[in-house]
């Protein structure tokens, strides 16, 4: 406890200094979260844009479908076939693919709109909304429900074909055995995911109602799954896999494979920032302890002198050290985690200023937004709680080491 009220006692011998010294400490801890906050929220919003509104997290297809893409690898609707021990999957949802020439159906022949290659998508509605957020893009008329012939267009798309809501389309594709799938969609409503090429290729409908069209009753070509977190899915996807070896599992990473390897390189960056950070804040800190040590080299001697253990020295040293970048640490995360949750409840919107980012397919807003995790929380404050006390311990060394009468013998 003496220790402890020296080592308390000292820090404010030289308040000035000391304040100086925990002024860059807090800063650099309170903008060290805040830029890994900023950081990750940037990245948060990357995966989102292009997992949770097209992809999603799992992906499970014939091992055929995968090497061919052909109409007739298909699975089965019924997604109670796959196994999954673990839970790993929040939700799991069927879809069927259909290649189509789209054109606006109207009675005026000569008014009939252009035609459009597109992408028709079918969707299982209910189960759909557990695994993305497709549905919830609508921006114009109403949703899809089950068994609905009707059909919603990426706002893109719409625009091309000249079409709106309430509209008619005429459909005609590839069918099953050879046939050729025809059809006539109603536009129910119009979409806009935030991915530029699905807003201008891509149409949704009911699961059972291009089965119909196509010729595929009950089937499916791909089953997509939903986790807890996309960070999960390398993992997820192994376990899968091996529960369920007549099946082709992927994860987006495979899918998305420019985005992959960002978060790849994502812990590499992170590192790099930290150690730019805190190698200023240790020339900094190492400087003021040696200051502080080398200067009361007479009164380290006088402690000896009268009776006060070489360890117990050593301890006082690091105490001060600790217990100033411990404060330090402390506010900093305290001001640091009250800007970044200020900055997740109000992003800063740059729209305005630098439009839409296109990267990699998607749609990015250029918004600072902070996310906080206990990493980018707790990593900081813990390495600045740890500096002040190892930066103490060289200077202190160079003082504890001479010999008595040589520490006696210096002015002060």
Same mark, same amino acid.
């Given at each position: 406890?003496?220790?402890l009220?020296l080592a308390y ?47 999603s ?13 052909d109409?007739?690898?298909?699975l089965?609707a ?13 939700g ?9 020439l ?34 919830d893009?609508l ?9 609905d ?27 099953a055995?050879g ?19 699905k ?14 069209? !196509?010729g +595929? ?5 791909t089953?997509i799954?939903? $986790?807890? %977190?996309p /960070?999960?899915?390398?993992? &997820?996807?192994?376990?899968l ?24 390189f ?13 190698f ?13 040590i ?6 380290m001697?006088?402690?000896?002198? !009268?009776? +006060? ?9 690091? $105490?001060? %050290?600790? /217990?100033?970048?411990s404060? &330090? ?15 997740y ?24 937004r ?8 707790g ?19 160079r003082? +504890?080491?001479?010999?008595?009468h040589?520490?006696l013998?210096e002015k002060?």
């Amino acid at each position: 406890m003496l220790i402890l009220r020296l080592a308390y006692r000292n820090l404010w011998r030289a308040p000035q200094r000391t304040l100086l010294t925990m002024g860059a400490m807090t800063t650099a801890t309170a903008v060290l979260i805040l830029t890994l906050s900023i950081n990750l929220g940037f990245l948060w919003s990357m995966i989102i844009t292009t997992t949770e509104y097209y992809h999603s997290h799992i992906q499970i297809v014939n091992p055929l479908y995968q090497q061919e893409s052909d109409l007739h690898h298909t699975l089965t609707a019924d997604t109670s076939n796959f196994k999954d021990s673990q839970n790993n999957l929040l939700g799991l949802s069927p879809r069927l693919f259909g290649r189509m020439l789209l054109q606006k159906d109207s009675p005026n022949s000569d008014s009939k709109g252009k035609t459009v290659a597109a992408e028709v998508l079918g969707l299982e509605v209910k189960t759909e909304k557990s695994v993305s957020l497709l549905l919830d893009c609508l921006v114009e008329g109403s949703t899809l429900v089950d068994n609905d012939r009707g059909v919603l267009l990426g706002d893109q798309l719409a625009k091309r074909l000249g079409v709106s809501t309430g509209d008619k389309l005429v459909a005609m594709g590839q069918g099953a055995q050879g046939s050729v799938a025809s059809a006539i969609f109603e536009v129910r409503g119009v979409f806009h995911s935030g991915d530029a090429t699905k807003d201008l290729s891509l149409a949704l409908t009911s699961l059972s109602n291009l089965q119909n069209v !196509i010729g +595929l009753p009950n089937q499916a070509h791909t089953w997509i799954g939903r $986790l807890s %977190g996309p /960070l999960e899915a390398r993992a &997820a996807k192994d376990r899968l896999q091996l529960e369920n070896p007549n099946f082709t599992v992927d994860s987006w990473r495979e899918k998305l494979p420019q985005l992959s390897q960002v978060i790849d390189f994502w812990d590499v960056s992170q590192l790099i920032l930290i150690c730019i950070f805190y190698f200023a804040v240790i020339l900094i800190a190492m400087n003021t302890m040696s200051m502080a040590i080398l200067e009361r080299s007479h009164e380290m001697g006088v402690l000896k002198a !009268i009776g +006060l253990k070489q360890y117990q020295l050593y301890c006082m040293l690091f $105490l001060e %050290g600790t /217990l100033m970048s411990s404060i &330090a640490a402390l506010v900093g995360g305290i001001i640091g985690i009250s800007i970044a949750l200020i900055l997740y409840q109000y992003p800063i919107d740059l729209t305005t200023y630098m439009g839409v980012i296109e990267w990699g397919g998607s749609s990015l807003k250029p918004m600072i937004r902070a996310y906080l995790t206990v990493d980018n929380v707790g990593l900081p404050i813990v390495l600045m709680m740890l500096l002040g006390g190892f930066t103490s311990i060289w200077p202190a060394c160079r003082v +504890l080491s001479k010999p008595l009468h040589a520490v006696l013998g210096e002015k002060r």
